[in-house]
């Protein structure tokens, strides 16, 4: 059992369990380590485990601990740094006996590391033999992008339309998508924004360019239109400028034209022309021509339709697992999200960029803890530096509400033993894997207008995981991959997520939810390699269509929820 040292120093270490006999006998008495220079470990026994419990190293509980809570391996006096992922998590408040229990009370956690004089690009990981003979079966877009799904997206620009496309949708779903087999899904854009807000504060820009860029998903297909109400502040145009979607709106005419070879964002540039003379395509709620309801769904029933039949001649085609762009994030996390699942996820991120896919790894606050880390992994010193700009940017953002990083921690966290941001970072940056991380996207900003395709990107997002999924949706992803500890039903009605649990008891718990288990890591019933495999071969079946994540299955998702820093009027 290995992974790869959190620590940041790039090897990849072993973890030590306090047994190696638990294939499937959950009852041993189990701690786990995750560095050799760590003071505690966590118990690892669904259930947790009761004073006087001897382990097979010889330590004995001085008093009751519960799962994935920390017991201390050695005397730690008070003042004494307490270390996990051979990182300090904090500083022992009290004289700590070996065999007591860590518990959150007992820390003082470190302050945020500064963002001067961070190491830039000095531990960049060498490039990994390239796995070329990766494919799924995917919807090509002409600027280059690829689709794991087949929807008909309707955008909105203000929440005052909501309730109208809700119902649109809904007759669309019952009485237009029964006609065309091949598009999977209708889904209306749906948010708070719109109106009601300072517009041209400079902040703005986020929620605005972020509904664009979600607009234009790869899972859309090009097909954009747009409900309005008309008197909003986020007028269609202002949205969706000319030019802004041509070069999307030209995918659905030309995917049946142009051979897989040709299609790339430069393959684009001859038909943008053509396009651009199309108008938006804007069915605007008080508009003169409205005389009641039913006629406004009848306009928008009417768009709907054109877009369906494009949509309906997109057929799936083989492409390479470098079309693969993967927003990982967690939510719920335990602590064993950083033993079991983040570095399966992690093992698996390293698989798809070795396949040249894009993977995006989020959560500023969950990472700024590791910045140092980050920093030196970034591919250049420019790179590193656009990393320490987000952070910087949210370190303000925070302080302009009173609050810092450590405002991150849930309840659930810390029940599930986490016991502060610190400890809770270090589990997560273990997602991003070991790779260099080569590109930076502000919040709400596309990979494909920064010219990103491929590699490991640092997308900024908050960590609420709606709030994360909204962006990575805006950066381009066509696949989610989400780990959670305590336990989440969190869904994207426009791509795929397959969600992996950090413990056996939730996956079992939980059996028409979780898609992988990453708790047989754990039990000492797989490596996590085997399950970053497992993970990685799950992917390219979903993103194919053949396989269905539970979400899927169950029709469950989130709404989408813009990141609105801005002022509200
Ligand atoms: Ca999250």
Redesign the pocket.
Known sequence: MCQRCPCGCRAWSGFEVSSTSLGGVAQAPLHIRMHGADNVAIVANAGGLPAGTVFADGLVLRERVPQGHKVALVDVPQGAIVRRYNVPIGTALKAIAAGSWVSEALLQMPDACSLVDLPLATQVAPVQPALDSYTFEGYRNADGTVGTRNILAITTTVQCVAGVVDFAVQRIKAELLPKYPNVDDVVGLEHSYGCGVAIDAPDAIIPIRTLRNISLNPNFGGEVMVVSLGCEKLQPERLLPPGSFAIQKVAALATSEMAVGQLSINSAAAPLARAEETPLDVVCLQAQAHVGFMSMIASIMQAADQHLVRLNARRRTTVPASALVVGV???GSDAFSGVTANPAVGFCTDLLVRAGATVMFS?TT?VRDGIAQLTARASSPAVAQAMVREMDWYDRYLAKGHADRSANTTPGNKKGGLSNIVEKAMGSIVKSGSAAISGVLSPGESLRDKGIAGGLVYAATP???FI?GTLQLAAGMNLHVFTTGRGTPYGLAAVPVIKVATRTDLAQRWHDLMDVNAGRIADGEATIEQVGWELFHLMLDVASGRKKTWAEHWKLHNALVLFNPAPIT
Do not use: L, R, V, Y
């Open positions: 994030q967690c939510g959560e969950e960590a609420s995981d994360c």
